[in-house]
Structures are given as structure tokens and as C-alpha cells.
T-cell receptor
Framework: EPEVTQTPSHQVTQMGQEVILRCVPISNHLYFYWYRQILGQKVEFLVSFYNNEISEKSEIFDDQFSVERPDGSNFTLKIRSTKLEDSAMYFC???????????FGDGTRLSIL | GEDVEQSLFLSVREGDSSVINCTYTDSSSTYLYWYKQEPGAGLQLLTYIFSNMDMKQDQRLTVLLNKKDKHLSLRIADTQTGDSAIYFCAGVFGGATNKLIFGTGTLLAVQP
């Protein structure tokens, strides 16, 4: 069964550094999402992306965050200058259309030191 | 804003039925989902229900939706030790896109 893949599985970065989290959505999907889960808290929506532009973003998704689909297969989340509070599990998801279920990757655990 | 709540923990014996409950505040839900998260793994889609349905059955899983009370439940029949995981309720409540609002997750512990 097709699946969403995320790399790396664990990223350790110094505070203030830039980090790029990578995702390969399911190949025929058109809608892409990033969520995050801080340890012990709920899974929170960050951003949705369709037709090469952001469809919706949450308050968390400030100017330090950006998303990109650099080619036909990858979908990336960049955090420009990481803060300690960015430490979390980041999940990528994709869906075939706006009414279909979202399928999630295994996540990238981001640890900011 | 939208809020989704779940009880934090449920313990059952192997072979019994498990019922995991979820409540939500926004009546404009369109789809409601159940995801399973095993230790160290991602969010696995288990099942979902459209808001114009009351019930959906899929093998050992039964989803019940009470729109009046804004209550969703997931029943797992003949629970196995492999069902031990965190179960997340999530919903789409309108808005510009299909963003999911998640509950806190319920840790299901299955005792042999």
C-alpha cells in the first residue's frame, strides 16, 4: 500500500540553526499538510498546501516557517532559525482531494539543543 | 474554536470489547476520523465516518456518531494485545481546507 515517507526520523539541531524536514507524499495525492506534536500535547495543524501554494496556516506557522514543493515528489518544511520550543514530532500528511482522508508519515522527531 | 476531547487512558482484558469515546464542540463537522499510533510510529488511519452517518462497521471496528450530543465512539471487538496503542479522534470542522483538529489521544492498554 502506498505510504507517506519522512526523513530524517530524528534531527538534532543547535538553537538558531535552520532545519529542513522532508516528506514524500503518496504519488497521486494533491493536498499536503504538516502537523506537529509537542511531547505530551495534542497533534496541532501547521499548514496545508495545494496547487503550489499555502491554502491555510495556523498561528504557529509564523515567518520562521516555510513550505515548498521543490519537485514533483518532495514536500519540505523549513524552520529558519530554530528555537527550543520547536522541539516536537513533525508529521507530514497527504490526501487525494479535499474530502478524502489524510495519510500520515511516521514523523520526524526534532530536538533543539 | 473547535475542540476535541478524549479520556486519557483505558485498560481492558484481551478478548473483551474496548470503547473509546470522543466529544467535540463544533457542530459543523464534516468528517470524523480515528487514528492509531503505536510506540515510535506515525498516525495510522483506522476508519472514518461522514457526519450524515450514524454508524460504520469495519471488521472488528464499529464507529458510532451521535450528532446531537457531539459524541463519537470507537468500539474494538475481541481486543488483542496488538491493539495496545494511542487512539486519536480527529475531525474536519469546515474552514478553508481539510485541516484536522485532534483530540488528546486515549492510551489503550490490553492486559493478557
Amino acid at each position: 500500500e502506498p505510504e507517506v515517507t519522512q526523513t530524517p526520523s530524528h534531527q538534532v539541531t543547535q538553537m538558531g540553526q535552520e532545519v529542513i524536514l522532508r516528506c514524500v507524499p503518496i504519488s497521486n495525492h494533491l493536498y499536503f499538510y504538516w502537523y506537529r506534536q509537542i511531547l505530551g500535547q495534542k497533534v496541532e495543524f501547521l499548514v496545508s498546501f495545494y496547487n503550489n501554494e499555502i491554502s491555510e496556516k495556523s498561528e504557529i506557522f509564523d515567518d520562521q516557517f516555510s513550505v515548498e514543493r521543490p519537485d514533483g515528489s518532495n514536500f519540505t518544511l523549513k524552520i529558519r532559525s530554530t528555537k527550543l520550543e520547536d522541539s516536537a514530532m513533525y508529521f507530514c500528511a497527504s490526501s487525494g482531494d479535499n474530502n478524502q482522508p489524510q495519510h500520515f508519515g511516521d514523523g520526524t522527531r526534532l530536538s533543539i539543543l | 474554536g473547535e475542540d476535541v476531547e478524549q479520556s486519557l487512558f483505558l485498560s481492558v482484558r484481551e478478548g473483551d470489547s474496548s470503547v473509546i469515546n470522543c466529544t467535540y464542540t463544533d457542530s459543523s463537522s464534516t468528517y470524523l476520523y480515528w487514528y492509531k499510533q503505536e510506540p515510535g510510529a506515525g498516525l495510522q488511519l483506522l476508519t472514518y465516518i461522514f457526519s450524515n452517518m450514524d454508524m460504520k462497521q469495519d471488521q472488528r471496528l464499529t464507529v458510532l456518531l451521535n450528532k446531537k450530543d457531539k459524541h463519537l465512539s470507537l468500539r474494538i471487538a475481541d481486543t488483542q494485545t496488538g491493539d495496545s496503542a494511542i487512539y486519536f479522534c480527529a475531525g474536519v470542522f469546515g474552514g478553508a481546507t481539510n485541516k484536522l483538529i485532534f483530540g488528546t489521544g486515549t492510551l489503550l492498554a490490553v492486559q493478557p
